[in-house]
């Protein structure tokens, strides 16, 4: 790939990070309508909180008022940290039965009170002939569209699921974006996107699929990690250029389920990547060229993905671990110059020009400045982690930067 082709990917990269979770978009207000073949007095009882039917697609358990100045109890199916359904408090407002409501969080059991500050939500029914229009509306103060995106098309799939339940009486979960064959599209098409990066040849189709397979079995390590810490769901979504986001069942409980959660994904292919090293130099012995080709070019860019994802940045894997097991800001800055400085020793001893490593070192500070900051946090503190738990995943992921850093040398060695 040349230095000009790089260049461009990786600006295309930090443009849509800015885009997706930076850029400040102020108070927006995004709405979705949709004409529901249902009586507007039936709808308002599934679509009022404290209505007969509110429980109609399962999110809501149970929901009681608490006084009458509007304000109610809502309980979720949504699982919080310690397994048990989300409760939430909310002030409703604006209300005129049978047509419409506005809602406001006041506080949850899973957010901090700041995130629910700027949110409302509103919803509006419009009787026309035997059906009614139903207007959706949902206003936050944004960074970034990515939440805004998500929230539009939530809406629009509630609309669509209302409009099942009230044609069939059933309530179907899920949705074609999360199915698996869906993904596998994605999937296919991130690896298309990647190719003319590579160059539109079988050999730099290969690169683009090798490269979207180690995402893959990156992100499977990281859902292994949320089910050995007691998630019962979890799923993987493909982002064509970006990558992949594995996501659990249920909000973190501790810093040590933040810490070995973010250290699985490059641990997982810590396995791997001497198993394929392994089979590589066996089929290279074997006189097979094109598959230890194929199998070192899956080593190298496992390697070198994974030991990037270890670069202390903020949202990196390496940085949610080192801000989880650092006792403090000073060692964890001291830490965090000790593995960035790690990786652009390696990257001098594989090869790479001294521009290009500083230019790297410069992608990933304004990286963390884009970042910064951009968690959500929750309504109490996580569970602290011991002084053993510490030492323990320290050595892990100081030995899953090893496994890889040998890993990308080795690669590199291969290509002299």
Not at 67 to 81: A, P
Not at 162 to 176: H, I, S
Not at 268 to 276: D, M, N, R, T, Y
Not at 315 to 340: E, H, M, N, T
């Amino acid at each position: 790939m040349s230095p000009i082709v790089t260049a461009i990917l990786v600006a295309s990269n930090l443009g849509l990070i800015f885009l997706l979770m930076t850029v400040p978009l102020g108070l927006r207000t995004v709405r979705s309508s949709r004409i529901v073949a249902m009586d507007r007095q039936r709808l308002w009882q599934a679509l009022w909180p404290l209505g007969s039917d509110a429980g109609w697609s399962g999110e809501i358990l149970s929901a009681q008022p608490l006084d009458e100045e509007g304000v109610g109890r809502i309980m979720l199916s949504w699982e919080g940290r310690d397994g048990k359904p989300i409760q939430r408090r909310a002030r409703f407002e604006d209300v005129v039965e049978g047509s419409r409501f506005s809602m406001r969080v006041i506080e949850d059991t899973a957010l901090d009170a700041s995130f629910w500050k700027d949110y409302s939500e509103t919803a509006e029914l419009v009787s026309e002939g035997s059906a009614t229009r139903v207007t959706l509306g949902r206003t936050d103060r944004y960074r970034g569209v990515a939440l805004l995106v998500f929230r539009y098309f939530a809406m629009r799939r509630e609309l669509s699921k209302l409009q099942r339940w009230a044609v069939t009486g059933q309530y179907r979960k899920g949705g074609w974006f999360e199915h698996p064959l869906s993904q596998v599209g994605f999937a296919v098409l991130s690896a298309l996107i990647l190719w003319p990066f590579f160059g539109l040849h079988l050999g730099g189709l290969a690169l683009a699929a090798i490269l979207t397979s180690v995402v893959a079995l990156h992100e499977l390590g990281h859902m292994a990690a949320f089910r050995l810490t007691g998630h019962r769901r979890v799923r993987m979504i493909f982002i064509p250029l970006l990558g992949g986001i594995a996501i659990g069942g249920r909000p973190y409980n501790s810093r040590f389920e933040v810490a070995f959660v973010a250290l699985m994904g490059a641990g997982f292919s810590a396995f791997l990547v001497p198993i394929v090293i392994a089979a590589s130099v066996f089929a290279g012995e074997e006189g097979h060229k094109v598959a230890a080709a194929l199998l070192a070019a899956l080593a190298g860019c496992a390697a070198l993905f994974n030991i990037a994802n270890l670069v202390p940045v903020w949202k990196f894997d390496g940085g949610q671990v080192l801000r989880q097991i650092c006792p403090g800001p000073i060692v964890l800055a001291l830490a965090s110059f000790f593995l960035l400085s790690a990786f652009l020793a390696l990257g001098w001893q594989a090869g790479f020009s001294l521009g290009f490593l500083l230019a790297a070192g410069a992608v990933f500070s304004v990286l963390s400045l884009l970042t910064v900051g951009s968690g959500v946090k929750p309504r109490h503190e996580l569970e602290p982690i011991g002084t053993f738990d510490r030492i323990a995943l320290a050595g892990a992921l100081l030995a899953a930067f090893a496994i890889h850093g040998c890993g990308v040398l080795w690669a590199s060695a291969q290509l002299i």
